[in-house]
């Protein structure tokens, strides 16, 4: 039996944080009719530049992001996400300091679960929050 082969090459970018953690990962896949072949080229993980708290947590009226780095911590985004991946709230903010705290005001959301990331320059660390 002879057939011809379409091949498609993808590159995927996965980032991933876990506490001060930062992994990102390059997978690239290879389809070939009939075969698949899933190949892990390199995985860099490393420490994160800076340090996330979230507190209370749970919380019913509002949520505390602590953020604390060696240097400034220049301008970050913190983003509130649901867990069906809609983003509920975003915003940019400034600290001229080693350490930023940022107040948001839960009291209007849904109880449920959501997670809460700051993202400075390329680095993203996430940490869960419980609304009740």
Avoid: W
Wanted: charged letters at 20%.
């Amino acid at each position: 039996m002879n057939y011809a082969c379409t091949v498609l090459f993808f590159n995927l970018f996965l980032f991933l944080s876990f506490s001060e953690i930062t992994a990102q990962t390059v997978v690239t896949l290879k389809l070939d009719d009939p075969c698949l072949l899933v190949n892990v080229e390199e995985v860099i993980i490393k420490e994160a530049s800076f340090k996330v708290e979230v507190y209370p947590n749970p919380a019913s009226d509002r949520v505390t992001i602590k953020a604390s780095a060696p240097d400034d911590i220049g301008e970050v985004k913190i983003r509130l996400v649901n867990l069906s991946g809609s983003i509920v709230s975003s915003r940019k903010v400034f600290s001229g300091s080693n350490s930023l705290v940022k107040s948001l005001d839960v009291s209007d959301l849904p109880r449920g679960t959501y997670i809460i990331s700051v993202i400075r320059g390329h680095e993203q660390l996430s940490k869960k929050a419980i609304i009740h």
